[in-house]
């Protein structure tokens, strides 16, 4: 739980009190998994039936893992279409970008409701380019939305794209407005709060060690358990531990810093709009700043984890910082008096299309799970929440029939192929990449093994 965006909750708020599970227990749902995704469920289930017993199991604290720990890149699925077109057809895919998009507002308005000050800024997204080969490839996405009379992203002139996100490095942009950015670990701490108000139990410092599959399960810790009706898995990158959903996504590092606060030299570029931005890498650049003055900067640097072990390598301070300011400096060298302040990083679950998929664990009518957000969850959780509920309560509807509910999702290959494989690829993406921010040309080799990675962030042109 040590990063600066924990720390810095903490220190306005305080450190939550913590009930650990230390008996046996019951429940109607189980949630395991305290992040975003588990209590958007909870929160969801309490909403539709308020008399049910609903427990969360956390292993650490609430929003401890990728929740506490990300950017706080609050984006619609505009930019996933190409992937979601391909995956559930025309009207599915319109539908969940369009919901993903009221999710961004939706999580404001929650805020707002109930006085949560996550720093919720409605400033939009910049998708940027920042080599001459990355110019345009969201070029085939805006004509394929402009088919359905769908237009979220405006294309913007280089000086528009500069003057938005204070350096000139930036060579081509398009930008999204209905994007925000939130300080992800207030926002998680303020759904616990919430979850709680509605009865929800949470039983943090509470790893689960064992989840027997039952007709009613049982989640068992180390010092207790919960039985129950419906179990749901929120659990993240540490869902890879079931042998059902561990070929189904890779989980790979990614790597943060944050500045010291120095608003007047952000002010004398022009960088204060909470405008979130990344660029069109595969192992992409992702950074904004903070009402504070900081920035806040992560790079996607491929630590991959063998056969899904989520280790302590994904924990504490990173040990690629000095590589994740070296992206820093190269897009900001004006701002040589901005120190770094802290590190962190955290684990991802890539699934191979980068969308989430939800289902029945193993077919287990009781047991459900959402995994595979791919590094974009604070908005897409939010349906997340609505899909799982919908599971739990045996619901039939819109989000229990989403395009996302799918038995059917590409695999990664058997370790240790795809541990190798992984290398191989990451390799080949930083080097296609570092010849292409110096202007040359990769080779047909170095081309082909990059174009077998899974889709990212960002779109790929494959699609």
Known sequence: MDNFWVKQAFDRGGKP???SLSTHATADVTIVGGGYLGLWTAIRIKERSPSLKVAVVERDLCGAGASGRNGGFVTSYWAKYLSLHKLCGTDEANRIAKSSAEAVLEIGAFCREH?????FRADGWLWTATSVPQIGCWNILISELAKYNVRPFEVLDTAQVARLGGTDRNLAGVFEPDAATVQPAILALGLRSHAQKLGVTIYEHSPMIRLERTRTPKVITGKGSVTSKKV??????????????RRKVAIVSSDMIATTARPDELNEIGFVKGVAICDSRMFLNYYRNTPDGRIVFGKSLGHFAFAGQVVDHYEGPSLRAGEVEEGFRKLYPMLNGMDIESSWTGPIDRSVDGLPFFGRLDNHPNISFGIGFSGQGVGPTVLGGKILASLALDEVNEWSNCGLVRDEVDKFPVEPFRYVGSILVREALRRKEGLEDRARHPDPLTIAIANLAPVGYVPSRRN
Do not use: C, P, S
């Open 17 to 19: 009190q913590v009930r």
């Open 115 to 119: 006085g949560i000050d996550a720093e």
């Open 232 to 245: 749901v898995l929120a659990m993240n990158a540490w869902a890879a531990q079931f042998r059902y959903l």
